[in-house]
């Protein structure tokens, strides 16, 4: 079965600071994509960055960043200039090929509280 | 904002009873998807449907069943609910297999008593 580790399932953050994420996977697929979503308080699920695993360059998205290491099976999101608003749960999420129709495989996420 | 609404929002309901849940899309999207997310587990696919009446089966689909006869819904079924299924439900839509973004709906609150 795939798995999608996140190992800090708290982090408390200065505002301004910049933030990573960790995310590391287990995949023998040679093609996959890897996505990061945020849940706020309210609920919903915001989509934040994609990273298919042939890109040549790791995403940008504004002030998110995605850190691909694809021989570490690793894909740590960075945040610059950490927000209060950027206060949420984040979670880490593999497809099994390059887009995501087959459905997508989450970890357990990182609750990231920005402190001012 | 993806068109995708759900319903009901919220349910409470008792052991032994039926519940559908309703995933409504306006985007004409192929793909659609239900998770459930529960506290430490992050979200689990449960069924999706790569097109009218062509369903599969994810991660956790034992006690789940789906439908789906129109492009714009997909209907997922508790056939006896459990106090195991108690959660939150997602729909997620995608509109082709290169998509890169899942869009998920605003999510079901079910409570099983």
């Known amino acids: 079965a795939q798995k999608i580790t996140q190992t800090q399932p708290g982090m408390f953050v200065q505002e301004k600071e910049a933030v990573t994420l960790d995310c590391t996977y287990d995949?023998?697929?040679?093609?996959?994509?890897l996505f990061w979503y945020k849940q706020p308080s309210s609920g919903e699920m915001i989509f934040l960055i994609y990273?298919?695993?042939?890109?040549?360059q790791n995403a940008t998205e504004g002030r998110y960043s995605l850190n691909f290491q694809k021989a570490r099976k690793s894909a740590n999101l960075v945040i610059s200039a950490s927000q209060l608003g950027d206060s949420a749960m984040y979670f880490c999420?593999?497809?099994?090929?390059?887009?995501?129709?087959?459905?997508?495989?989450f970890g357990k996420g990182t609750h990231l509280i920005i402190q001012p | 904002d993806a068109g995708i609404t759900q319903s009901p929002r919220h349910k409470v309901t008792e052991t032994g009873t039926p519940v559908t849940l309703r995933c409504h899309q306006t985007?004409?999207?192929?793909?659609m998807y239900w998770y459930r997310q529960d506290p430490g587990h992050g979200l689990r696919l449960i069924h999706y449907?790569?097109?009218?009446?062509?369903?599969d089966k994810g991660e956790v689909s034992d006690g789940y069943s789906v439908s789906r006869s129109k492009t714009e819904d997909f209907l997922l079924t508790l056939e006896s609910a459990t106090s195991s299924q108690t959660s939150v439900y997602f729909c997620?839509?995608?509109?082709?297999?290169?998509?890169?973004?899942?869009?998920f709906g605003p999510g079901t609150r079910l409570t099983v008593l």
């Open positions: 997620a839509i995608s509109d082709s297999r290169r998509s890169n973004e899942q869009f």
């Open positions: 999420a593999k497809s099994y090929i390059g887009g995501g129709a087959d459905g997508l495989t």
């Open positions: 985007e004409n999207h192929r793909y």
């Open positions: 995949t023998s697929d040679p093609s996959y994509g």
């Open positions: 449907s790569y097109g009218v009446k062509d369903t």
């Open positions: 990273q298919g695993s042939y890109d040549q």
